[in-house]
């Protein structure tokens, strides 16, 4: 039972990883890029301290631009990250040999989070299932299980070396002469997994 | 780290409580009961057949009769079960051993379900963590994940022997002089679980 996750380095996914492969699931992590920057390696690199496997899907340039337009018209990143996370989620679900897509959306989450009838949609137009590991579980709980499995290194993300969309979205607007703070919150934390703390078993 | 789990012995909720042991939890299983009946019988033998600890909750009557009253005037039982399963969770909640409560709810059930905001609202007044394993996972997961872990009893629910709030309701229903089939729509199928197909750990 093969499972493509979305995998940004980040804690959330890497949590969600965890509980794919406890729920007995052989997970391959999947990270998204543009092509723009190789910030995915940062991601791969995260995934073989983990012990996954590991590929990048590269989505069409079109996507980034369209995406940047959003943010840019409501000068805030919230559609733009929701527009790039359902593209890639699409992405993954209509490759050949995928049967099952995954990511470390969480309950707590404004964005990306698809809502009932996108998820339903998203499994019916291209015949997988779609698991959220996350989705049940409040802040609390992530907390508890993230605390106790890795490692995490946390910063203000426009200084953290990282593999969500964002980064490449920062830079495309950069490239067009516009200032990412403009657009993203300041203080917005994001964090990187860099290892274990306790072996993934924990028998 | 202990979770009281909302237990009826359906696949849903033992489903959900072995999730929470994957994820390194110490499982309670917690059946409520208004003692009108002694259904919850059910669902501490399936307990038992899983290897979980198990204790019953009474809830007050008046909350069956109130949940009854809402059946009766909707004609259908959905604002009933909700009714009951929110004062379910607020009670377990509220014992003071009890730092996590969990149920079995999913993503594609209408009822019982908290929203966002019934869910903070609900960790927040009693302090304590909410967690729902399968609210990230769609029908197929589910399925593909109870085949391969239980042996599974599925009749439609008037005939089966079971632990959920449905069996008491229809219980006062009938002591009220009102059949319940007028309430409950026909060839509602239920499951009970009958112990592990293979071994929980799976290793």
Known sequence: MLVHHLYSGGKD?????????RLGYDVELVTVSFGLLDNWRFAKETAERLGFGHQVVY???????????????DGHPNNAIQFIHERALEALASLPEVE???????????????????????EDRFNVSYIRPLLGLGYRTIRELTERLFVVEIRESEELQKADYEVELRHLLR?????????????????????????????
Do not use: C, Y
């Open 100 to 122: 099952r897509v995954s990511d470390g959306t969480r309950r707590d989450d404004r964005v990306p989070f698809l809502d009932l009838p996108r998820a339903r949609s998203l």
């Open 13 to 21: 996914s890497s949590l969600a990883a965890w509980i794919l492969t």
């Open 175 to 203: 490239e067009k002469g516009i200032d990412p703070i403009t657009i993203f919150p300041r203080g917005h934390i994001q964090s990187r997994v860099l290892g274990w703390k306790e072996e993934p078993g924990m028998e």
């Open 59 to 73: 989505l069409p340039r079109e996507i980034l631009e369209k995406a940047m337009e959003m943010a840019i018209k």
